[in-house]
């Protein structure tokens, strides 16, 4: 009972239980797989924008199931990132479909362009 009323006031608990799980593995890593999982997850949260909190945990689980995996092969970071580390960080965040922030303000613009040209054609 008291779950639901916290969940209501914060969001769903296994969110953040996945969010806090992923977050403790990439804190886990080695170097120099920690700082750049690190890196990359503070980018991904200025650049992707995702507003789906599914979709952003799933964006941070699969993260530290890369960095693991590279960690454990010891995969060279440049191997995994390439030369330019935003193109990487800005191509993986586009496999992610959820909702962005732009979105919302996407269709804000077309609505108030919409709404505008409506008034000026009645008038």
């Given at each position: 009972m008291?779950?639901?009323w916290i969940e209501a006031v914060t969001g769903p608990l296994e969110q953040k239980r996945n969010y806090r799980q992923a977050k403790?593995?990439?804190?886990?890593?080695?170097?120099?797989?920690?700082?750049?999982?690190?890196?990359?997850?503070?980018?991904l949260m200025y650049y992707g924008g995702?507003?789906?909190?599914?979709?952003?945990?799933?964006?941070?689980?699969?993260?530290?199931?890369?960095?693991?995996?590279?960690?454990?092969?010891?995969?060279?970071?440049?191997?995994?990132?390439?030369?330019d580390p935003v193109e990487f960080a800005e191509s993986f965040a586009q496999a992610y479909t959820g909702k962005r922030w732009i979105d919302k303000e996407r269709q804000r613009l077309i609505d108030a362009v919409e709404a505008a040209t409506r008034a000026q054609e009645s008038s």
């Open positions: 008291a779950a639901k403790a593995r990439m804190d886990a890593l080695p170097e120099p797989y920690r700082v750049t999982a690190t890196a990359l997850t503070r980018y995702v507003t789906d909190g599914d979709t952003l945990v799933q964006m941070f689980v699969d993260l530290a199931d890369l960095w693991e995996r590279a960690a454990l092969d010891a995969t060279p970071v440049s191997a995994i990132t390439g030369e």
